[in-house]
C-alpha cells in the first residue's frame, strides 16, 4: 500500500546550518507530495507541495524537490533560525486519502 | 476566527465516559478528516467523509464513530473511553472537489484536542 517513510529524529542544529530531511514513499500512480510542519502547541501547516516529478517545492527558505526516479521528497533549508525549530512531516496524496510520516522533530540552538 | 476550529482544545475524562470531540470549519470544504497523533507513530486517519452523506473508516476506526452534522460540522465519538485512546486528535479539512477525484489537496488542520483518558 501507499506509505511514507522519513528520517526519523530528533535533529539538532546550530542556527545557519544546512538541514536536509530525508522522505521517500511508496504509492501507486502519481501522488502529489507535501511537506508540514507543526510548531509546538498547534496544528500542522502546509510548508510546501509538489504535484508531479521535477517540481520544486518551496516556502521560508525551505525547499524539496520531487524525484519519481528514486521515489524522494528531500526537505532542505541552507541556513536554518531558531525559529524553525518544529516538527517536520511528509506526506503524499494519491487522490482518496493522505498519507504520513512519522514525524521529524528539528531544534535550531543559537 | 481560525479556518478549522476544535473544541474542546484539552479534556481529561475518566474510563467508559463518552467524549465527543467538535470540529467545524469555514472554508467551504466538502472533505473533512479525523486523525490521531501519538508520539513516534505521526498521525493515523480514524475517520474521513467527503460529503454530509459520505462516511468512511480509516486506518484506526476501532472504539471511536462520527457525524457529519452539515458541510462544515464533523464530529468525533469515542463511546467508552479507554486509557489508550489519550492522543492528541486534529480535525482536517480538504479542498479537493466532492466524490474521489485525484487532484492536489492541500490539508488544513485544526490546532487540536488533547484528550487523557485516566
Known amino acids: 500500500g501507499d506509505s511514507v517513510t522519513q528520517m526519523e529524529g530528533p535533529v539538532t542544529l546550530s542556527e545557519e546550518a544546512f538541514l536536509t530531511i530525508n522522505c521517500t514513499y511508496t504509492a501507486t500512480g502519481y501522488p502529489s507530495l507535501f511537506w508540514y510542519v507543526q510548531y509546538p502547541g498547534e496544528g500542522l501547516q502546509l510548508l510546501l507541495k509538489?504535484?508531479?516529478?521535477?517540481d520544486k517545492g518551496s516556502n521560508k527558505g525551505f525547499e524539496a524537490t520531487y524525484r519519481k526516479e528514486t521515489t524522494s521528497f528531500h526537505l532542505e533549508k541552507g541556513s536554518v533560525q531558531v525559529s524553525d525549530s518544529a516538527v517536520y512531516f511528509c506526506a503524499l496524496n494519491t487522490g482518496n486519502q493522505f498519507y504520513f510520516g512519522t514525524g521529524t522533530s528539528l531544534t535550531v540552538i543559537p | 476566527d481560525a479556518d478549522v476550529t476544535q473544541t474542546p482544545r484539552n479534556r481529561i475524562t475518566k474510563t467508559g465516559k463518552r467524549i465527543m470531540l467538535e470540529c467545524s470549519q469555514t472554508?467551504?470544504?466538502?472533505?473533512m478528516y479525523w486523525y490521531r497523533q501519538d508520539p513516534g507513530l505521526g498521525l493515523r486517519l480514524i475517520y474521513y467523509s467527503f460529503d454530509v452523506k459520505d462516511i468512511n473508516k480509516g486506518e484506526i476506526s476501532d472504539g471511536y464513530s462520527v457525524s457529519r452534522q452539515a458541510q462544515a460540522k464533523f464530529s468525533l465519538s469515542l463511546e467508552s473511553a479507554i486509557p489508550n485512546q489519550t492522543a492528541l486528535y486534529f480535525c482536517?479539512?480538504?479542498?479537493?472537489?466532492?466524490?474521489?477525484?485525484?487532484?492536489?489537496?492541500?490539508?488544513?488542520f485544526g490546532a487540536g484536542s488533547r484528550l487523557t483518558v485516566l
Open positions: 472554508k467551504g470544504h466538502d472533505r
Open positions: 482536517a479539512t480538504s479542498d479537493g472537489s466532492g466524490g474521489r477525484i485525484s487532484g492536489a489537496n492541500v490539508l488544513t
Open positions: 509538489a504535484t508531479k516529478a521535477d
